[in-house]
């Protein structure tokens, strides 16, 4: 079993959708949850991060954490053409400089 | 311009041809590290580097090796490339390590073909 589990879609949704993307995980300790957008041929860059349970908005982006279902989620509001990448999510240990990643879900926002 | 520049962007190479791939940041960041992206897997660290002079394993280290004489520069060595090893590498650095609220700045990927 991986240590992330995410599904790699892909996931294909019309402009204006709200758009859900999920994650599990094994290890109870993870502190630090992310998630990072990736668009084609380009690094992944950080969107979000929240720390233990509870959420966090950011515009159009809000992050959700269970930390007793050992679930995340990402959720994106009005979604627009422009999300269209892949969406990783990402979490470590606190004060660990190992960061366990998901396998990515591809997200496509058709206008 | 903040970043990190990762050369070449793509290498195609044989097999036992040793090779490296340079990683430079301009943040003045102190950890940097190196991962491969294959389908399905994700990101999966390769080495990390809290320091000048100061590296580590990370989840795949076997077949390659990591040097870091100055702050800005990260470069990985495959001295024996495999065709397993062909992937997507990304390195990536931040001026935390990663376990505390951070920014890990990822540089454009190196897409690597071992024949």
């Known amino acids: 079993q991986k240590e992330v589990e995410q599904d790699p879609g892909p996931l294909s949704v019309p402009e204006g959708a709200i758009v859900s993307l999920n994650c599990t995980y094994s290890n109870s300790a993870f502190q630090y949850f992310m998630w990072y957008r990736q668009y084609s041929r380009k690094g992944p860059e950080l969107l979000m991060y929240?720390?233990?349970?509870g959420n966090k908005e950011d515009g159009r982006f809000t992050a959700q954490v269970d930390k007793s279902s050992k679930y995340i989620s990402l959720f994106i509001r009005d979604s627009q053409p422009s999300d269209s990448a892949t969406y990783l999510c990402?979490?470590?240990?606190?004060?660990?400089?190992?960061?366990?990643f998901g396998a990515g879900t591809r997200l496509t926002v058709k206008p | 311009e903040a970043q990190v520049t990762q050369n070449p962007r793509y290498l195609i190479t044989v097999t036992g041809k040793k090779l490296t791939v340079t990683c430079s940041q301009n943040?003045?960041?102190?950890?940097m590290s190196w991962y491969r992206q294959d389908p399905g897997l994700g990101l999966r660290q390769i080495y990390y580097s809290m320091n000048v002079e100061v590296t580590d394993k990370g989840d795949v280290p076997e077949g390659y090796k990591v040097s870091r004489k100055e702050k800005r520069n990260f470069p990985l060595i495959l001295e024996s490339p495999s065709p397993n090893q062909t992937s997507l590498y990304f390195c990536a650095s931040s001026l935390k390590p990663t376990g505390q609220p951070f920014t890990q700045y990822f540089g454009p990927g190196t897409r690597l073909t071992v024949l």
């Open positions: 943040m003045n960041h102190e950890y």
């Open positions: 990402a979490m470590t240990l606190y004060n660990n400089n190992d960061m366990r």
């Open positions: 929240t720390y233990s349970s």
